[in-house]
């Protein structure tokens, strides 16, 4: 699962850089509005992916809420810790 998150950002960058007029050597499509669509398209996908992955815990008769927490919470304590780290990082190396 943790696999998925990083095509979440890589289209939420690619997303944000097509809407700021980004040009690079090798295009995928000329269209910018086709290029925000696709790049949109990845990332339900990939949303789908995380939040389906989980899905047969949370179906489960009893809901083990310790696994669904792990597997949802995990990467995103993950994500949060490297956040933080950066922005201490940063602090300390200005």
Do not use: E, N
Not at 21 to 26: C, E, L, N, T
Not at 49 to 55: P, V
Request: aromatic share 12%.
């Amino acid at each position: 699962m943790s696999l998925v998150i990083p095509f979440v950002f890589i289209a939420l960058a690619y997303i944000r850089a097509r809407r700021q007029g980004m040009r690079a050597p090798f295009q995928m499509t000329q269209s910018t509005p086709l290029a925000v669509a696709l790049g949109i398209l990845v990332l339900v996908v990939s949303a789908a992916a995380y939040f389906g992955a989980g899905l047969h815990a949370v179906m489960a008769d009893p809901i083990d809420w310790t696994y669904v927490g792990i597997v949802y919470g995990g990467p995103l304590l993950l994500i949060g810790l490297g956040g933080l780290l950066r922005r201490w990082s940063m602090k300390t190396f200005r």
